[in-house]
């Protein structure tokens, strides 16, 4: 059985940064997809960024340059570095973990990044 687990979300002041974490257990994680998703209160689950073994790393337009997606295998552990943080970018972000080529498997419970103005 999967298990995603996120942390590091909290408040912070627009322009400031902070590194989100997805511990994840129970598959040997070199070998999936991983990516990073937020949704804001009243809107749908966005796409922010993924590591995929076949076509390597992907951001979406709203947070490139600004966001760094990486992982440490040996960890098994997904990151999302977060700069220049803006109020749009106030969400519950999610983990997930993909098993085939496209599309993800299973999700982590969230974690709340609140940015102030």
């Known amino acids: 059985q999967v298990q995603l687990v996120e942390s590091g979300g909290g408040l912070v002041q627009a322009g400031g940064s902070l590194r989100l974490s997805c511990a994840a257990s129970?598959?040997?994680?070199?070998?999936?997809?991983m990516g990073w998703f937020r949704q804001a209160p009243g809107k749908g689950r966005d796409f922010v960024a993924a590591i995929r073994w076949t076509s390597g790393i992907d951001y979406s337009d709203s947070v490139k340059g600004r966001f760094t997606i990486s992982r440490d295998n040996a960890k098994n552990t997904l990151y999302l570095q977060m700069n220049s943080l803006k109020p749009e970018d106030t969400a519950v972000y999610y983990c997930?973990?993909?098993?085939?080529?496209?599309?993800?498997?299973?999700w982590g419970q969230g974690t709340q990044v609140t940015v102030s103005s």
């Open positions: 129970g598959r040997t994680f070199s070998r999936y997809a």
């Open positions: 997930a973990l993909g098993l085939g080529p496209q599309g993800y498997d299973y």
